[in-house]
DNA sequence: ATTTAGCACTCGATAAGCATGAGTGCTAAC
DNA sequence: GTTAGCACTCATGCTTATCGAGTGCTAAAT
């Protein structure tokens, strides 16, 4: 529906934008190599591209900006491919060379280099564990009163939680229940736990109720604390674009950053694959101004986590699509890995 | 060496801009009701205390502000005790009253409360837990050639760590290792870790040498990873701060703020008790427009992690010293009861 | 039928000029 | 020692003028 023409005016001004963060006029346009026309034409095709909604001017004698629908239009049709330099692919690669690191280290790492590699802010979701295996399950306790419980999963990830003893329990009663717990739970998956508790065990740990309640609690609890999952790299970054010098433009973005509970519902698994948030697009008012690019990162093919990049909405998408895409498979690849030993 | 009057007029001047946050003119002062004073008086006061450093103008027809020095004198001779509210009482015992909360987990909720207090920055340095004793190692084999350790203190704290297995190792001497260890090292003070395991331990490790040099770097670790008991709340309150409307002025705090490895020298424990740095008196640039109260909080009577206030020169040092102070008394309770158990 | 040169027009940004007023320093009177 | 009075300073805000980047439109050129 936009001829081609229109499109290569529409690319060259986004390309151009996203650079210079001003308005970009005809005469700016028709200066570029690859373009042939005089500005008095580029005008009218600019002209036109407005009517249509893919421009915007701020004020009447004043260049034009792509509106949402023009980065909208830029990142599905327009984009080209971003070749990465040897630098940054250097750093990729080293980031998943690194050995013996929890997945969640080398997620808080991968978060790092994202923002490094795209000077915006990163926004990394660790993985789910609800595949993981339950390896084993050990209980500490401190005192009289009280334990601390232990699980580890198969791919050595460890969870614990302080818990209340019942009153007058003995060190041979716990070391019966947890024996009991490994036998019968381990190589089962987190997810299956819950159910697996009751079925099979409840009848036989009717005298350990209390614990039996802590022990689901905890399990629980390792499975849904998502704020803890939350990384969050370079939140600073955005006070280096032009268009947010105003501190009361970018204060509702920073407090959004600090709240990793409403980072979620801004990044959380909303599906698999490249996701594009332009401006408008974005749910929450404080990031309209911004675009956020997510994508997840899967272990054996399944989804299990996000990584994601939070910019201006003059961003360079191509870049950041491909550096995003770059670390969303080595993490897939590494965590996959890791996860069949 | 100032006069009571002086030390009066200084107070008020104060006062005034920590809520003004505007130079402070002569007639301001004269018109309060505690000053008997016209404000040609004043003026000349303030001539004098500007002379002798305790006071800057702007330029010569403003008001005067406190200096660095005059801030000094302020805290040091002039602060009055503040008086915290009901609902601010409330909060803090609220805090103190939960049950079964990991150490780490109140101290996060510390920093939480003292920056929705303060309404500054809050920056909190988790408990060193060289004193803490050890209660149970246990190694948790998770394939042929990888491993988890796990460490757990009396408290209820747990460390852990992916460790490499030596080739062809099997379960059962790594059970052996592990009641080793257990048996020998349990009680034992984490600082007395390393030493003990060397002297007593090493001659009958000869076989295992490879898994002892990971689970002494295991227990350094946990030692030593100081950046991780960092914990930061309320960083962008700043930016409601008149004086840094800027992005240029809040940008260096931000990025700062940002480094946790960084914000530990800035917090870190320099002794014990209360610390203010005011302006000029810190060291990193980032922060020369900015005052730091910092305090530490106890076990058992020994200096164990600090909580600290980032706020503008400007600030309410009253109230914040107040509210610091009621903190770290009541972490120092709290975990020394922990402790003790 | 396109494309382009030319030109009048718009409007933000910058600078200059000016009035305002908060605040000072100084002097002389109390 | 204190204060009233007054001239002086300087940031702030307002108005006006200038500048120039950029547009839209028209008419000529291709």
Same mark, same amino acid.
């Given at each position: 529906m936009l001829s081609d023409r229109q499109q290569m005016i529409l690319n060259a001004i986004v390309d151009n934008y996203i650079h210079s963060a001003e308005p970009v006029g005809s005469r700016t346009i028709s200066k570029r190599e690859d373009i042939g026309f005089s500005s008095a034409t580029i005008r009218n095709e600019m002209s036109d591209l407005e009517e249509l909604g893919y421009l915007e001017q701020p004020h009447t004698s004043a260049g034009r900006v792509p509106s949402t629908k023009g980065y909208r239009f830029y990142v599905d049709n327009l984009i080209q491919p971003h070749l990465l330099e040897e630098a940054e692919l250097g750093k990729l690669k080293q980031l998943f060379a !690194?050995? @013996? $690191?929890?997945s969640e280290q080398v997620v808080e790492y991968t978060a790092q280099i994202l923002s490094q590699l795209t000077n915006y802010t990163a926004i990394v979701l660790g993985p789910e564990i609800f595949e993981h295996r339950l390896k084993h399950i050990q209980i500490v306790p401190l005192n009289e009163t009280q334990a601390v419980a232990i699980v580890v999963t198969h791919t050595g990830r460890v969870e614990n939680k302080l818990i209340d003893l019942p009153e007058g329990i003995g060190a041979g009663e716990i070391e019966r229940l947890v024996n009991l717990l490994n036998g019968k $739970? &381990?190589?089962?998956p987190l997810w299956q736990l819950r159910q697996r508790l009751y079925q099979e065990i409840s009848g036989e740990m009717q005298r350990h109720t209390e614990q039996y309640e802590e022990i689901l609690q905890l399990l629980n609890n390792s499975l849904t604390q998502?704020?803890?999952r939350v990384y969050l790299r370079?939140? &600073?970054? @955005? $006070?280096?674009q032009p268009e947010f010098r105003d501190v009361d433009k970018v204060k509702d973005i920073l407090e959004l950053l600090e709240q990793h509970d409403q980072l979620l519902s801004v990044i %959380?698994?909303? %599906?698999d694959g490249l996701t594009v948030r332009i401006g408008q697009e974005n749910q929450l008012d404080a990031i309209k101004q911004c675009s956020i690019i997510t994508t997840s990162y899967s272990l054996g093919g399944k989804p299990v986590g996000m990584v994601g990049i939070l910019g201006p &909405?003059?961003? !360079?998408y191509g870049k950041v699509i491909t550096v995003l895409n770059h670390l969303a498979e080595g993490l897939s690849r590494m965590l996959t890995s890791q996860f069949e030993k």
């Open positions: !690194e050995r @013996i $690191l929890h $739970l &381990t190589d089962v998502e704020e803890e370079g939140a &600073t970054k @955005i $006070l280096n %959380g698994m909303q %599906g &909405t003059r961003m !360079e």
